[in-house]
DNA sequence: CGAATATTTGCCTGTCGCGCAAGTCCTGTT
DNA sequence: AACAGGACTTGCGCGACAGGCAAATATTCG
């Protein structure tokens, strides 16, 4: 098992990035600083510092989090399962808990995330993590050569799907789950995949 | 046509852009501060900032640019033509000059902006800008409906697979054209387009 | 327990982003 | 051609920030 130390680490990094997010979404972006972090999550300002290089990137942390843990929730999928099958169940396990009314402050986050210019850099970073990891897994999965673009493309064509699933379950009036929004863009993306590149359709 | 006044703007944005760009590739990165940009493009240090919000910001302007550039290419193209072909010879468009030996300068920035760490996200934003500029024309290419993803799935692919074609160009020894990498890439990501999502190669 | 190693913290400095107000330069009108 | 109105630039100033450095504190391991 992991020792003391590094499993506090990862606690203050968790408790820097979760305070920051909830005093974002609570204050306003512009209305938080750094040492509003540092002091709800217990540290000293100049901590903040060693684990996240600017509060933007603190605010994303979750984000960064679930990028990483989708990438190995593809990895625990049973080796046989198809591809696709996998990365369905894999996509769809990060919002397996909200059952059917989205819970607001999630909500709340992921608007200040997509929704705020000064986050975008992060917020993108975030996205190419996902997609990184998410190939990875793939090129696991397949045994493809290091060479082989097929585990970028299609992760790259799932997160862009997950993105655009995002995007709708906002603008979804009334509100409905997000997991729902997300299994109906991915499986436009299997009939998009089927579509030639070719010509008009 | 475009005022003086528009013009002038430009101009000043662009030489804000390609000094920042020139500098840091010189100096490295963090030994450019925003007055030296300001400096060597004629204006103010406090001009700089309306320009821009960061001095990274201003280093990857050519990139922004260079979406954006992409995307009108695009547009530009016979509308009767494949939409494959037209987006093989738009993404083309941009290298087009660089016949055969790589201008070393304009490696060097390309090296620069993918292999900061601090200039991840600015790099991102300007690739998902690429990837929008490029979904757009295709969406009013093809005239699909508002809510269609496969404008946006298509120029994803197409635009990682310039991301990838831009990695092997700058990891290649010896040195080679760009076009050929992109070329190449396109070629493939053709191929893969029509490989199943279900099932193992 | 004690030495070796990692992390936290306070202090400090150079840099930054931007609000504000004054000055300067375009533009369209008369 | 002059002028009024608006847009852009500039200097000043302030709050905030990122990270180097070294002392203090905590953890690990022999």
Redesign the interface.
Known sequence: MAGLRERKKQATRQALGIAAMRLAVERGLENVLVDDIAEAAGVSPRTFNNYFSSKYEAICALAVDRALRTGDALRARPPAE????ALHAALLAEYRDDGGAPDPSWTNGVRLVTGQPAL???Y??A??LM?DALAEAIAE????RP?D??P???A??AT??TE?ATD?WLAADPPTSIQEHVDR?LL???L??T???????
């Open positions: 198809p591809l696709w099958t975008e850099g992060e993108r970073k996205q190419a997609r999965r397949l045994g493809t060479d673009m097929y970028l493309i299609v790259g064509a862009t799907a655009i709708r863009a436009e993306l299997a998009i995949w579509r030639p590149l070719q010509e008009t359709p």
